[in-house]
């Protein structure tokens, strides 16, 4: 017999509502989303359950599924959830989904367009977490990656889709917002456009930082690991569009007086790839 939910202060994941499914503790923005709780958690222990056309990733490190509509108040949601397999990483749990979680949050309290989070679950064994998850907002739309690979052979295609990336870069930078893992597979866009039905969105913020104020030096690593993914990773763009959107770039955000000493740190960014380590000092 499931309890009652239990109400809790809202934390830094902005969830209140405390439920027990099976052998998963969740806490969730509403009793509404137990069901879909109830339903990945079975799926996380057990992902041969899960349909193919609903499995988004599966690998050693992630587990990303779409799970249908339950109710009209509880709408198709990704759960995306984090097996821990080794010790390190169970006393580290606080470093996947609860970091996603508080990211996301920070995220969307500074304007950044991102999912909205309906739930954070974890399971323990013997004392440890062995999983946990999120259940986020199914945003509407296919990765940048995913649009460019379509167009590589239209140069109009290409060039449209990355200036029309230029005001969510803004938002970054304005927001002071160190993504870490900034790529084209990151942005969401919206099939009929940003401003004019499902926006365009940044997911993946397990990694995140966020500055105190914007910091041109940050934001130009930033782009510089973007133009990496681009090129020398995915081989999407030629090199030349990208520097032409770098420049671009600058003046979308007001940094052309700095144009020559940001410029520097976005080629050496471009060259090579960079580890987290080094994303995560800016």
Known sequence: MTPEPTQLPADSEGLPVRRTTGRATWRLASAAWQASAERAGEWIADPQLIPAMSLLKRGERRLVFRLEARSPDCPEVVVKAFPLATVRQRWKQDKYAPAEARNLREAARRGLPVPAVFGLGWRRRFGLVSWNALLLECVAGRPLRERLAQATADAAVQRGLLWRVLPLFQKVYETGCNHIDLG???????????????????????????????????????????????????????????????????????????????????????????????????
């Not at 510089?224 to 990773?233: M, N, V």
């Not at 763009?237 to 420049?247: A, G, H, N």
């Not at 600058?250 to 410029?263: I, P, S």
Request: with cysteine.
């Open 184 to 282: 084209p597979h990151a942005i969401l866009m919206g099939e009929t456009g940003a401003g004019s039905g499902a926006p365009d969105r940044l997911i993946d913020f397990q990694y995140c930082r966020f500055q105190n104020r914007p910091s041109g030096e940050t934001f130009a690593r930033q782009a510089g690991y973007f133009g990496w993914c681009l090129t020398a990773h995915w081989n999407l763009v030629p090199k030349e569009l990208v520097l032409e959107w770098f420049e671009s770039l600058l003046c979308a955000v007001g940094l052309e007086a700095r144009a020559a000493v940001l410029r520097e740190l976005f080629l050496h960014r471009l060259s090579h790839r960079a580890s987290i380590r080094e994303r995560l000092a800016g």
